[in-house]
């Protein structure tokens, strides 16, 4: 792998982790196109996925800290006998949905990884994985003005939007996407469908990482590699922080039809390509 590759690799991580357009699928098809194998791209991909959770802690690293204070507070409240106190402030409202996001997609990651990493090597489950996504995000585009925040959402809610993180490991689906629109199916107001399916990010990526990193890491990493990857690292970490504010901002003004048209194209172009080439 050079240098060119991975600055590719990593912008592609960085903008399509955050932007609703796929990070696998773009991964999976730069890493066929390119001709890299799967024993040198998976190392590289664990670490790409570190750098985009990178991205995710400075945007909402005030968020963070807050969480991680009142986990503390849940632990003190326990112990002295009061309890969880689930409703007791909005952060730890918060808190607990994000827990119950993680759970149907730590599942559904652990009965079907075998398929899921099956499905990788299928242009063609790629290609329809695009188009599903592109298919979601119109729905999405359509929705009304929601009013749910964190004080109005039900664990209902979370737990339909981290199915939908959940079936997004499949390669083509965003996993920014299907979470948005499990979101906004679920009433909430778009601002905070955004931020939950960010803050929901963080245990899925740090959970793919402990489950991937083993096997990726096992036979060590080609050190003539290490160059492209630190910079691939970096400019997934960079293209990420730009990737989530832009996602805020169009989310916000509902401009995601433009990411529909691409997967859509995207989608047809790699179907199409399958079935004649491969």
Not at 19 to 31: D, E, M, N, T, V
Not at 129 to 149: C, Q
Request: glycine letters at 10%; proline letters at 3%.
């Amino acid at each position: 792998m050079t240098y060119i590759q991975g600055i590719i690799l990593g912008l592609a991580q960085g903008l399509s982790e955050f932007l609703p357009i796929s990070s696998s699928g773009h991964l999976a098809l730069l890493q066929y196109f390119f001709g890299i194998s799967s024993e040198n791209v998976l190392p590289f991909a664990v670490l790409l996925h570190l750098g985009t959770l990178i991205s995710v802690f400075i945007v909402y690293w005030k968020d963070i800290v807050a969480l991680v204070k009142e986990l503390g507070a849940v632990i003190k409240d326990i112990f002295t006998g009061k309890g969880l106190r689930i409703n007791a402030n909005p952060t730890r409202r918060l808190g607990f949905m994000i827990i119950v996001a993680t759970i149907p997609t730590a599942i559904i990651g652990l009965l079907f990884n075998d398929l899921f990493n099956a499905m990788y090597l299928s242009l063609i489950a790629i290609g329809i994985g695009l188009l599903i996504t592109g298919t979601i995000l119109v729905i999405a585009e359509r929705m009304g003005r929601n009013s749910k925040g964190i004080k109005e959402m039900k664990f209902r809610n979370a737990f339909f939007v981290g199915l939908m993180q959940g079936v997004a490991i499949c390669p083509g689906i965003s996993r920014s996407g299907s979470t948005l629109f499990g979101g906004l199916i679920s009433g909430l107001n778009r601002e905070f469908a955004v931020k939950f399916a960010f803050l929901i990010s963080i245990p899925s990526i740090l959970g793919s990482v402990i489950v991937e990193a083993p096997d990726a890491f096992k036979a060590g990493m080609d050190m003539s590699l290490i160059g492209p990857v630190v910079v691939g690292v970096l400019v997934s970490a960079l293209s990420g922080l730009f990737a989530i504010k832009a996602m805020i901002k169009l989310v916000s003004n509902k401009n995601l039809m433009g990411f529909s048209v691409y997967t859509w194209a995207l989608g047809i172009v790699v179907i199409v390509y399958a079935l004649i080439f491969v």
